[in-house]
């Protein structure tokens, strides 16, 4: 990624909050552990941050460098996420209206493989990924909670079982030495951020279908191997964005911190608890934010995609 204008007035409004794709996304408002409720990380901002699109019948589109307009499954995704969690803490129908408009256009647009193109506009040979298929099937199920309609859980399970094809059937796992790892771009190594949310759509159905079954079982085995990945998304002064040895942004850091609390939450695995306040003091600590500041501006400067 080169020094450009363009790039620098990007970084700008992301570090700024100014970015509708790197708001701050603190741990859910009300979020069940038990049952299917409010999504596990605030995602609210996404919609009042954009007033416009409750005036309208418009969703998120996300515009590209070379100024097309793309229609991005996460960004409508969390859009409808965010609206639902606004809808619960208000009783506002303008919220659920929205909501449920994110979640028609995730019903229509979905492919008959259960998959939905998130990445064709800049990988055309890989077009899928795990966060889009699990908070895809997580926007679907609170929309079968509110319709009963069977066709919107068999949606969410349809997504699933395309997130969990390996990667070399055309699907976004990765299965290596008893690991089972869920891939946000299937044509990269993992990034963390992307991984977690793509169990929280595993964590939806297994509670809503009430499944012990395979979902359960790959579930739990995802839950392992980000357990002994993590040290390898931790440097001693900060996390990492992914495997590929990028370091997180602010936004992202931020990120990871909210998800590790949302995790232990879930599952009473103490390691969650250690990372989140392993960050969180990181944070908190002006050198160390510095030094993760300056060493992701130099691999930004340096990144060649």
């Not at 996460?74 to 129908?93: C, R």
Request: hydrophobic share 35%; charged share 20%.
């Amino acid at each position: 990624m080169s020094l450009t204008v363009g790039n620098i007035k990007k970084w700008h409004r992301m570090l700024t909050g100014k970015s509708t794709l790197h708001v701050n996304q603190d741990i859910g408002k009300c979020f069940s552990t038990t049952e299917v409720r409010g999504y596990y990380n605030n995602l609210t901002e996404k919609v009042t941050m954009q007033p416009r699109l409750l005036e309208s019948d418009q969703l998120p589109v996300l515009v590209t460098h070379d100024r097309q307009r793309v229609d991005f499954p996460v960004a409508i995704f969390q859009y409808g996420l965010g609206a639902y969690d606004l809808y619960l803490m208000t009783g506002k129908d303008i919220y659920k209206k929205k909501f449920t408009q994110s979640a028609q256009w995730a019903v229509s647009h979905q492919e008959s493989s259960g998959a939905w193109d998130n990445f064709s506009f800049i990988y055309p040979s890989h077009p899928y990924g795990a966060m889009a298929q699990g908070e895809g099937a997580s926007l679907l199920l609170r929309y079968y909670s509110l319709t009963k309609d069977p066709q919107h859980l068999d949606a969410a399970r349809r997504a699933l079982d395309f997130m969990l094809l390996p990667t070399t059937q055309g699907g976004t796992t990765q299965n290596i030495d008893g690991q089972v790892i869920l891939l946000e771009y299937a044509n990269r190594k993992a990034v963390m951020n992307g991984w977690i949310f793509a169990l929280f759509g595993l964590f939806d159905y297994t509670i809503m279908a009430k499944d012990e079954g395979k979902y359960k079982t790959t579930l739990d085995q995802s839950l392992q191997s980000l357990e002994t990945l993590l040290p390898k998304f931790s440097r001693s002064f900060w996390s990492m964005y992914d495997l590929e040895g990028r370091i997180a942004s602010p936004f992202y850091h931020h990120l990871h911190i909210a998800q590790m609390q949302a995790l232990y939450q879930l599952t009473g695995h103490d390691i969650f608890g250690q990372y989140a306040d392993k960050w969180s003091n990181d944070e908190r600590h002006p050198l160390k934010k510095t030094a993760a500041f300056v060493y992701k501006a130099c691999q930004k400067i340096s990144e060649k995609d």
